[in-house]
């Protein structure tokens, strides 16, 4: 298993080295650097990973995992099925994308994301416009920034992603208490997290097979 998954990029000095259920049947994550930088990855058997439910979850604990690393780390995660087919290939990439992802961690450093979908219950009768901005007066406040994501359902009134401070999310999480007290016999709070801030980074890199 000579090819490389990513998971995320770190600080170069950062030296992660754990033992894990990871993607594709893997069991360690290591870094490795270049440069300003260092790419979280481990060792598989090929560049295109099928996406399963349990590998795309096995992502993400990963990469929570790595966010809790001897104190905390901060990482600009990859989305799910980024892999290159050897160390030359991927330090390449590291070595034409070390500003890009210098931004993006400080843009990121100590903050986590949050989300929250609200639904309607079924026979429920609520205005989208009321809920929706008692919801921003009440999270966004708190919140370093927020993106919206897909109304997939009619009866789905607010899918928002959050990047807040990590000394913060107990006031996030006391506010969505507030809200779901005030609206609960109607809505549905949907609220998950932490996550790596992948709403936040736009860091577009290629795959090598």
Same mark, same amino acid.
């Not at 030296?15 to 893997?26: K, S, Y």
């Not at 070595?95 to 450093?109: K, L, P, V």
């Not at 979908?117 to 919801?135: F, L, P, Q, S, Y």
């Not at 009134?157 to 996030?172: G, H, I």
């Given at each position: 298993?000579?090819?490389?998954? @990513?998971? &995320?990029? @770190?600080? +170069? #000095?950062?030296?992660?080295?754990? *033992?894990?259920? +990871?993607?594709? %049947?893997?069991?360690? !994550?290591?870094? @490795?650097?270049?440069?300003?930088?260092?790419? !979280? !990855?481990?060792?598989?058997?090929?560049?295109?990973?099928?996406?399963?439910?349990?590998?795309?979850?096995?992502?993400?604990?990963?990469?929570? *995992?790595?966010?809790?690393?001897?104190? %905390?780390? =901060?990482?600009?995660?990859?989305?799910?099925?980024?892999? /290159?087919? %050897?160390?030359?290939?991927?330090?390449?990439?590291?070595?034409?994308?070390? =500003?890009? /992802?210098?931004?993006?961690?400080?843009?990121?450093?100590?903050?986590?994301?949050?989300?929250?979908? @609200?639904?309607?219950?079924?026979? $429920?009768?609520?205005?989208?416009?009321?809920?929706? =901005?008692?919801? $921003? *007066?009440?999270?966004?406040?708190? +919140?370093?920034?927020? !993106?919206? #994501?897909?109304?997939?359902?009619?009866?789905?009134?607010?899918?928002?992603?959050?990047?807040?401070?990590?000394?913060?999310?107990?006031?996030?999480?006391?506010?969505? &208490?507030?809200?779901?007290?005030?609206?609960?016999?109607?809505?549905?709070?949907?609220? =998950? &997290?932490?996550?790596?801030?992948?709403?936040?980074?736009?860091?577009?890199?290629?795959?090598?097979?």
């Amino acid at each position: 298993m000579s090819h490389k998954y @990513v998971y &995320g990029i @770190v600080e +170069a #000095d950062d030296d992660i080295e754990f *033992e894990t259920d +990871a993607v594709a %049947g893997a069991d360690r !994550v290591y870094t @490795v650097p270049n440069g300003r930088c260092a790419a !979280v !990855v481990s060792d598989i058997d090929t560049t295109d990973p099928e996406r399963t439910d349990e590998d795309a979850q096995r992502h993400d604990d990963v990469l929570r *995992e790595i966010m809790a690393y001897d104190g %905390g780390r =901060t990482i600009v995660p990859m989305q799910f099925g980024m892999a /290159f087919k %050897g160390d030359p290939e991927l330090k390449n990439v590291l070595r034409g994308a070390q =500003t890009a /992802f210098g931004r993006a961690m400080r843009d990121i450093e100590g903050r986590i994301e949050l989300g929250l979908k @609200v639904v309607r219950e079924e026979d $429920a009768d609520i205005d989208r416009g009321t809920i929706t =901005t008692a919801v $921003a *007066e009440e999270l966004e406040p708190i +919140a370093v920034q927020s !993106v919206p #994501d897909d109304l997939f359902s009619d009866r789905l009134v607010l899918n928002r992603s959050y990047l807040v401070e990590e000394d913060d999310q107990e006031a996030f999480d006391e506010a969505i &208490g507030s809200l779901e007290e005030k609206y609960g016999d109607e809505l549905m709070f949907q609220y =998950t &997290g932490p996550f790596a801030p992948y709403s936040f980074v736009n860091v577009k890199i290629g795959t090598q097979g």
